[in-house]
């Protein structure tokens, strides 16, 4: 059995932690705040700000993991080079952790180092370097902050007048403390993927049929796996994907995601463990879910292959509402009655504005159309209301 600390605990930290229990493992959930999703399934706990490197090093210092998985941005990640210096498994690698909490830093290695293709891309630290950024790359064009997750922070720019909201919203609305932002350009693509990638301790690389999704504020909405592709594109997607992983090190699930032209492949981002749109995999649509691989990868065990079982799609249940504590469910029964569905309640102990609180999944035969498993996902989540408590 291994001791396993989990930086970050919330949904998909909590399927994990389901997936680490499952295989025997200690797990200790560290979050932000109480009684965090991950945290209501771990064998313990403890809420820290991440970003205090003191605050960190003191709870490994008292718990003594065998392995740290970061899962979120807001991590002092620098800290993890001295705990793998440690002999402590970082996951999948302290360079990894390093480089993708930093948009920075895994642009430059992806474009500049490893020549992969891009939308083109400026970098600002001020209100004035945005303006000129933005002269420079064109509009319209996208405004991230260097550390974010679900679109937090991020603003499309249309008109000159969007410069300055786009940069207050980074810069209140991003994670962590890094002032800097991310200009890109837009691509003209057909289609987003995420294409979960999984690197192992002694076996080859792996690739999990290819995911597609749909954004909305930055954020998804829904994903569905497989998206139908050219082999070709998928070929280029997947040596991609491949190249970067090897550059990053280490074992595990990795979120790779690409703008799919009509005749190229751009790299988007990179997440160094599961990827939101890859809760679709909990509807059965490999051997194993993403989770269950990235446990499985974490502790070496040997992973053969990836198969696809049948074919899925999953929307996201948001709230409505403002800050509730113990937000209520209405509805959660409706799906009890509707064949080849399910429904994941995260447990997020408040709410906010479009927080994700759940999603519903929808399977069928491999051959099934995902247009209509999406359809009937979204008709069911539009069923369930996040409600105040009474």
Known sequence: MKKIMLLGSGELGKELVIALKRYGQYVIAVDAYANAPAMQVADTFEVINMLDGEALQKIVDHHQPDIIVPEIEAIRTERLYDFEANGIQVVPSAKAANFT???????????????????????????????????????????????????????????????????????????????EVIVEAFIDFEYEITLLTVTQQNGKTLFCPPIGHRQERGDYQESWQPQPMHPDRLQEAQAMAQKITAALTGAGIWGVEFFIGKDKVYFSELSPRPHDTGMVTLAGTQNWNEFELHARAILGWDIPNVSQERAGANAVILSKIAEERQPTYKGVESIASEEKSDIRIFGKPFTRLYRRMGIVLCYDHLDASTDDLREKAQRLAGQIEVGEKI
């Open 101 to 179: 909490m930093n948009r920075k830093q895994i642009r430059d290695l992806a474009a500049k180092e490893l020549q992969l293709k891009t939308a083109a891309y400026r970098y600002a630290t001020s209100l004035e370097e945005l303006k000129t950024a933005v002269k420079a790359i064109g509009m319209p064009c996208v405004v991230k902050p260097l550390m974010s997750s679900s679109g937090k922070g991020q603003s499309v720019i249309k008109t000159e007048n969007d410069i300055a909201i786009a940069w207050e919203n980074a810069q209140t609305k991003g994670r962590g403390d890094q002032l």
